[in-house]
């Protein structure tokens, strides 16, 4: 907790862990609003993929709300006015194979220049894949322009807790989720 922690998260930590989740499929599932099928010992289940990760809190040890034994057996993508207007941003530290320092995923329906719906998932900086209800109520209803993405992300990041070594996240994350956000408004459809 004390150590080197340049890479680890600054959402969703606890007391017991501030390691980061290192995947990027999850976020762009969270940002399209996909949903896991599970199949377990009492039948099947199907939750929003956003809930299938747990925080660590107290129990870090565990990761996520299978059962033992259970198994995922579909991802479930819905199409929506959103899914077209969608992308995936990553910064690393290096161009080749790397973990995200910071990334987004997000999916917006615009109409008529008013964001109607908008999905934000964050990684690289969160203990899960980390969706920010908080930013996507900024956006909505409202003109999707750079005071507005960069009002987008202090939201997403206002209950960001940085250590020494990952404190620098907190900026690159607004800067990623703002430019990801302005890139999906600019994207021709």
């Known amino acids: 907790m ?19 989740y290192p995947g990027d499929f999850a976020q762009a599932l969270i940002a399209l609003d996909a949903s896991v099928e599970i199949l377990g010992s009492s039948g099947a289940l199907t939750i929003p993929f956003a809930q299938l990760h747990r925080e660590p809190g107290e129990t870090p040890h ?17 199409g929506g006015p959103w899914t077209r207007r969608s ?11 790397d973990f995200a320092l910071t990334s987004a995923a997000v999916a917006l329906h615009l109409d008529e220049g008013a964001v109607r719906e908008a999905r ?7 203990t899960v894949p980390w969706r920010s209800l908080d930013a996507e109520a900024v956006l909505i209803g409202k003109p999707l322009d750079r005071n507005q993405a960069y009002e987008a992300a202090r939201a997403a990041f ?7 070594g ?3 996240k907190v900026e690159l994350g607004k800067r990623t989720l703002a430019r990801a956000l302005l890139s999906a408004a600019a994207m021709e459809l």
Do not use: Y
């Open 87 to 97: 992308l995936f941003l990553k910064i690393r530290d290096r161009e080749s194979f």
């Open 120 to 126: 934000v998932a964050l990684g690289g900086v969160a």
């Open 158 to 164: 206002a209950s960001a807790m940085a250590r020494d």
């Open 2 to 20: 004390a150590g080197v922690n340049r890479r680890h998260a600054i959402l969703g930590v606890s007391d017991h862990c501030i390691a980061t």
């Open 166 to 168: 990952n404190r620098f």
């Open 62 to 78: 565990l990761e996520s709300r299978l059962a033992p034994g259970a198994l995922i057996t579909a991802f479930i993508v819905p």
